[in-house]
């Protein structure tokens, strides 16, 4: 049999991680200018508020990495093959005056904090150089992609304020149980592994729940967490269906006696297992979980066996299941809250991992709620609609320039296109502010870096980087 050599990593140098057009973009810039700022916006969209997450992945993981003389020869070949212009020039400047080191600096708040969109949330600014004042736009591109992290982060927490508004209906502990109630199912669906970690980091800004073992990874790495997610011991639809429909109630003993009476976790930790129990009838699984012989089991161990419908629609499927175990196990195991909503024992619960968005869990959980059962019953997991259901639209992300040092003399850069208002962008050199009317985009004077309110930091200048959060400050700034 032949076979075939594996090809080597591509490893896209910084050079050549931009968009073609900005090759030829040197040569129309003025000549004379010196200096260009450009700035980061959410311009609206589907939400009110708008957040910052990735950029400090981004610096450490790209920017931060010098260019070499072998990254320009590279990249001129590339453009010249691709069909655009190379400013070598220009390059050679960067890898001799600064050591290859990418010279802007970036300001922006800090990672987590909550802004209202149509501010600026990040600044960019080139060296007062006149051979590389092009470098603010060229890196766009790269810096740009902190939109898929931001919007992940900030639909987590919307998802959080749902949670918080019917535990706060319906539960005797919302403090206590937020954190896991909405589960990232989602590293299988999404279109690569940079992807898994950034949108899986970005969830676990709101949630602690996480099967996506890439954006857990991403999160203690470059936010300096010990463990930033949790999960659970979890059958799939393979582990149950290889034994047969025959011997599906021998299966949930196994995996009950193996995960639940048989493991040890640390001390402190609870002790769960999830069960996915619609590979045939859902509603036969949960009439046979509550039979004495497999309940007392679960009982026994001190531990929670996880129940997982996995199709149907959920209301309908939800509020059966419900009727099943208020049925099978009667009014001694089931309680009622200080809130006055039905619980079941704490040996089961209720995850549903099917079809889960931001949207849809609202019409789940008020159903839940609204036939008496409180939502400390039913978990979330989700997948597609957690890490895919955004793209730079949702909330509108623009990268653009806002000034620029022509002939010596600060100019004001703006777009106002006549068919969309709403695509105007900033213009000045650009700080945030905290004030009495809350959070306020302002222009500075040439000569001035940041205001004296600003809430801005600097993350990164002229190659070194000069700021760190961690992701327990993070969480902190993204609290509910």
């Known amino acids: 049999m032949k076979t075939i050599a594996r090809k080597p990593d591509l490893e896209l140098n910084n050079i050549n991680d931009t968009d073609s057009y900005k090759f030829s973009h040197y040569v129309l810039y003025p000549d004379d200018m010196e200096y260009m700022e450009s700035y980061l916006e959410a311009r609206g969209g589907e939400f009110d508020v708008c957040t910052l997450f990735g950029l400090q992945y981004i610096l450490h993981r790209y920017l931060a990495k010098p260019i070499t003389g072998e990254m320009i020869d590279e990249a001129e070949k590339d453009a010249f093959a691709h069909g655009e212009p190379f400013n070598r020039e220009g390059w050679e400047h960067i890898l001799n005056r600064y050591d290859g080191r990418m010279p802007v600096t970036i300001r922006a708040i800090p990672e987590g904090m909550i802004i209202p969109v149509k501010n600026a949330i990040m600044v960019v600014r080139s060296p007062r150089d006149p051979k590389c004042a092009w470098i603010t736009n060229w890196l766009e591109t790269m810096l740009s992609r902190v939109w898929y992290p931001s919007e992940v982060a900030i639909g987590s927490r919307e998802v959080k304020k749902v949670w918080k508004q019917f535990l706060d209906l319906s539960s005797d502990n919302t403090a206590a149980e937020i954190g896991f109630k909405h589960h990232d199912f989602g590293s299988r669906g999404v279109t690569c592994r940079e992807q898994a970690m950034l949108g899986g980091a970005a969830h676990l800004l709101s949630f602690l729940g996480s099967d996506t073992v890439a954006g857990i990874k991403m999160a203690n790495h470059y936010y300096d967490e010990a463990m930033a997610g949790f999960s659970i011991p979890a059958t799939e639809h393979s582990t149950m269906t290889i034994f047969g429909e025959e011997h599906e109630e ?7 006696t193996k995960t639940l009476v048989e493991r040890k976790v640390p001390e402190g930790m609870p002790k769960l297992t999830a069960c996915v129990g619609d590979s045939w009838d859902i509603f036969r699984f949960v009439r046979m979980v509550c039979q004495p ?7 026994i161990s001190g531990g929670t066996l996880v129940v997982r419908p996995d199709s149907g629609d959920p209301v309908e499927t939800l509020l059966k299941i419900f009727n099943i175990f208020y049925t099978e196990l009667g009014q001694n195991e089931i309680s009622v809250n ?36 409180s939502a400390s019953n039913i978990a979330f997991g989700s997948g597609g609609g957690l890490l895919m259901d955004f793209n730079r639209d949702t909330q509108k ?22 068919t969309d208002p709403g695509k105007r962008s900033k213009e000045g050199r650009l700080d945030l502010v905290w004030g009495a009317a809350g959070y306020l985009t302002v222009t500075l004077p040439d000569g001035v870096d940041e205001h004296r309110s600003s809430v801005m930091v600097t993350y990164y200048k002229n190659g070194e980087i000069t700021y760190n959060t961690t992701l327990a400050e993070v969480r902190a700034r993204m609290a509910v």
């Open 338 to 373: 200080t809130k006055g909503y039905m619980v079941l024992p704490s040996y089961f619960r209720i995850i549903w991992g099917d079809g889960i968005n931001r949207r849809s869990m609202k019409t789940i959980l008020k159903a839940v709620t609204d036939a008496g059962w």
């Open 397 to 418: 992300y623009a990268f653009k320039c806002c000034a620029a040092i022509v002939g010596g003399k600060l100019r004001s850069v703006s777009k106002n296109p006549v």
């Open 250 to 256: 021998e299966t949930v003993i196994r995996w009950v």
């Open 293 to 299: 012989h497999i309940r007392d089991l679960v009982k």
